[in-house]
């Protein structure tokens, strides 16, 4: 079993060099194993290209005979914009399968294990699945029509496992709308910009209460020696009141070790889910201004 959690552990790793460039479709990992060995890895690639078995298969030279695949999702039963990844580890003549997380994708949904197992693959499940569980998590609750809500979120401080859903989160252009540059990052834009958040003091991270995954950002940050509130989180978790309750349990910690009345809260004049949210915390506006080349108006926190 430690042998299992370590190749699926690798996996995972893998998995995460899958973002942002597989979206829409899941990052997936794929590790084959040979006498206890890791001999190839692979992840899912932009869409239309390589699955992450595909991907393995393809970066292996040797012999297929006596292989194990570590999947980090079930392999894809169904032929989309590329063939079947449980018809390629048959092809290849795989002898067994460990598979993390069966895919809630209903083309998929137990079919591709099951496929696997039709053809005389041994299949074992659930390895690693809390911790694959975590990962994919906005995917599985797409699949699953599933919505966080406020009442299910935390506040934490940044940490390296963070760092692909940071990534994947900077890269996004809605986003990004009205945040810094105002545009997608690159990968080493974003890169420079979890490490410089990691080193040094940053806002709190909202996480997911029970999984304690990344949702984003939420709270002061000092910039040019003004204290700057603000929050910025993940496009697929917008909405059902996630920003506004993080403003809240913010301001609550914050009240306890900064005087708020001397923070700064920039609203751009377009961007009306942070109005609304102004609106709810009782936030009053203080005068109007620009800010990275937007009109808009300065807050003041507090009722």
């Known amino acids: 079993m430690a042998l299992h959690e370590a190749f699926m552990a690798l996996a995972l790793s893998e998995s995460q060099k899958a973002l942002p460039h597989c979206l829409p479709n899941p990052p997936v990992g794929c590790v084959l194993v040979k006498d206890d060995v890791a001999v190839s890895t692979g992840h899912t690639r932009a869409p239309g290209r390589y699955h992450a078995e595909a991907d ?8 297929f005979s006596d292989l194990t695949a570590y999947v980090t999702l079930e392999p894809c039963s169904f032929h989309g914009r590329t063939p079947s990844c449980a018809d390629a580890l048959i092809n290849k003549g795989i002898n067994r399968v460990i598979v993390a997380l069966i895919d809630p994708d209903p083309r998929n949904n ?13 299949v074992i499940q659930g390895i690693c699945e809390e911790e694959v569980s975590r990962f994919l998590g906005p995917y599985l609750r797409k699949k699953q029509q599933t919505k966080l809500t406020g009442a299910q979120i935390k506040l934490r401080g940044l940490n390296q496992r963070d760092k692909p859903a940071v990534l ?16 997608a990052l690159s990968d080493d834009e974003g890169a420079a910009w979890f490490n410089d958040a990691l080193q040094g003091p940053s806002r709190f991270v909202i996480s997911d209460a ?40 913010a301001v609550e910690k914050l009240a306890h070790e900064v005087d708020l009345a001397t923070a700064q809260v920039f609203i751009a004049d377009d961007n009306e889910a942070s109005k609304r949210v102004a609106e709810k915390m009782g936030w009053q506006v203080v005068r109007g201004s620009t800010k990275d080349g937007e009109f808009g108006h300065y807050y003041r926190i507090g009722k």
Do not use: H
């Open 110 to 122: 137990g079919q591709g294990v099951e496929k696997l197992r039709r053809a005389g693959i041994q």
């Open 210 to 249: 029970t999984s304690d995954e990344f949702i984003g950002f939420c709270g002061i940050k000092e910039i040019n020696g003004i204290l700057d509130f603000g929050y910025f989180i993940r496009s697929e978790f917008w909405g059902n009141g996630i920003a506004t309750r993080a403003c809240e349990l």
């Open 168 to 183: 994947s989160m900077l890269a996004d252009p809605e986003v990004m709308r009205f945040l810094g540059p105002r545009r």
């Open 56 to 63: 393995a298969l393809a970066n292996y030279a040797g012999s």
